[in-house]
């Protein structure tokens, strides 16, 4: 019993370490895709891995009580909706679709491309969230659910 503990405290311990590592990179990955490799759907991936590393460090009871499933799907649709508004921003201003509608600010350096690149990570991370989520509590039983899953 002692050494279940044990084994307990190292991966909750492990966890903490690699889902601040995770969420860092994924949002850097995000922030830099434009102008680098990566990008919204790689850096979002990245990021949606915290919830698996809640789950395994955790346990079902933890990961359900921090993430809610209703709050990643609504995050997911105003991630399509804030997309959807910038492509038709160029139809708005007399330009092409998914067009640059920013002037050039060198200063702030924002794009339309940026911000979309933006979206497109945060889309991504609540939808694989969201999909982890489900398939994550799929495999949980209702015992599990209730003892926080500590005895794994």
């Not at 991630?79 to 160029?90: N, S």
């Not at 495999?139 to 003892?147: N, R």
């Amino acid at each position: 019993m002692k050494n279940r503990k044990v084994k307990n405290v190292i991966v909750k311990c492990a966890t903490d370490i690699f889902l601040s590592l995770a969420i860092v990179f994924g949002f850097y990955v995000v922030l830099h895709g434009e102008s680098g490799p990566g990008g919204g759907f790689q850096g979002g991936v990245l990021i949606s891995a915290a919830v698996l590393l809640i789950y395994l460090g955790y346990g079902p009871k933890v990961m359900n009580k921090v993430l809610s499933l209703e709050f990643l799907r609504k995050g997911e649709a105003i991630a399509e909706m804030l997309y959807v508004i910038l492509a038709v921003g160029g139809l708005v201003f007399g330009v092409y679709f998914c067009k640059n509608i920013f002037v050039d600010f060198s200063l702030y350096g924002t794009e339309t491309a940026s911000l979309m690149n933006d979206t497109v990570g945060y889309n991504v991370m609540t939808g694989v969230g969201c999909l982890l989520l489900l398939l994550l509590g799929m495999l949980t039983t209702d015992e599990e659910k209730e003892e926080g899953g500590e005895e794994a």
